[in-house]
């Protein structure tokens, strides 16, 4: 049986066409000739996830994303993905988005549940989870630095503003002054060290001599403090408690009137005689003095000594 032309160019669009269909589902993650399962997530937000992208167990490759779209007006996201093997597990496990960087892209990996009796079918929807990637990470730990780094910048800017206008052309030229100050101050300590360098060089000799002299005075300190040590105290104490006492006894029998002093202390009538044998002895001395021939007279022929003279009175 012959075929026309037209019969053969026909048959070869119609292949042409599925091969296209075919081509185009593979490229898409779909294989018409694949078993495998399907299942479902849905996300508010994939990451930059597409289709054809890899779905790992485990980072083991064992199926692609088939496709992504919107699942209502809420602009909530359904991913749909194929497992090719049959590996278990439960439906409670998560479908994570994971991966992508400066280059790479997101990735679907299924973080299994081993959970028995409850296990992933076909058709089920995995509970979807969004992995932080890597400019994720990034921007999260930069943000605290950066924040710290703005606070900084602003910290040192307010410190030059102050600074600025505390280092006024007035607050130079006095910091200037005071610099030169101190550097006039300083010299001036290095002359004074300097002159006492040479006073104490000069006079070395002689405060070796102090300090000698100072060292045996320390001697001789140490040698009167033991002497004072080996005197006995307690003697001298009783001695001199004793010396007290008789003063003591002394001043009491004066006080009372005994003996000769205590009575010229004491009794009036000795002071009055006193006081009158002391005027009749002055006048004696006086009568003397005046008649001396009343009491010393030579003469051979006896001559008369002459009239008496009273004594003047001298005491009153």
Do not use: C
């Not at 026909?10 to 294989?31: C, D, E, H, P, R």
Request: proline content about 4%; overall charge neutral.
């Amino acid at each position: 049986m012959k075929y026309t032309r037209e019969v053969k160019t026909a048959l070869l669009a119609l292949v042409a066409i599925l091969l296209f269909i075919f081509g185009y589902s593979f490229l898409k993650g779909k294989n018409w000739f694949d078993s495998s399962r399907t299942f479902y997530a849905v996300y508010n937000d994939v990451e930059g996830l597409s289709p054809s992208s890899p779905v790992t167990i485990n980072g083991l490759k064992v199926g692609n994303v088939s496709k992504i779209g919107f699942l209502d007006t809420s602009g909530r996201l359904v991913v749909t993905f194929t497992v090719d093997n049959e590996f278990p597990f439960s439906k409670n496990s998560i479908a994570q988005v994971y991966g992508g960087g400066l280059i790479g892209g997101k990735s679907l990996a299924i973080i299994p549940d081993y959970e028995k009796g409850n296990l992933a079918q076909s058709g089920d929807t995995l509970p979807g989870q969004i992995e932080e990637g890597l400019l994720e990470l990034v921007n999260e730990r930069l943000t605290p630095l950066q924040q710290k780094v703005e606070g900084a910048i602003e910290s040192t800017d307010s410190l030059i503003n102050s600074f600025n206008e505390v280092m006024n052309p007035q607050t130079r030229e006095n910091l200037k002054r005071s610099i030169e100050d101190l550097s006039k101050t300083v010299a001036s300590l290095k002359n004074t060290a300097r002159t006492a360098d040479g006073i104490f060089s000069k006079n070395a000799p002689r405060i070796d001599r102090t300090f000698t002299n100072l060292d045996e005075m320390a001697v001789n300190l140490n040698s009167f403090s033991d002497t004072l040590a080996s005197v006995d105290l307690r003697k001298m104490t009783n001695d001199l408690e004793n010396a007290v006492a008789s003063f003591e006894e002394m001043t009491n029998k004066l006080n009372s009137g005994e003996g000769t002093a205590g009575r010229l202390i004491n009794d009036p009538s000795v002071y009055n005689n006193l006081e009158r044998a002391t005027r009749q002895l002055d006048e004696l001395i006086q009568d003397v003095k005046l008649n001396p021939k009343r009491y010393v007279h030579f003469s051979i022929f006896g001559k008369n000594p002459g009239p008496y003279s009273k004594p003047k009175d001298s005491l009153k």
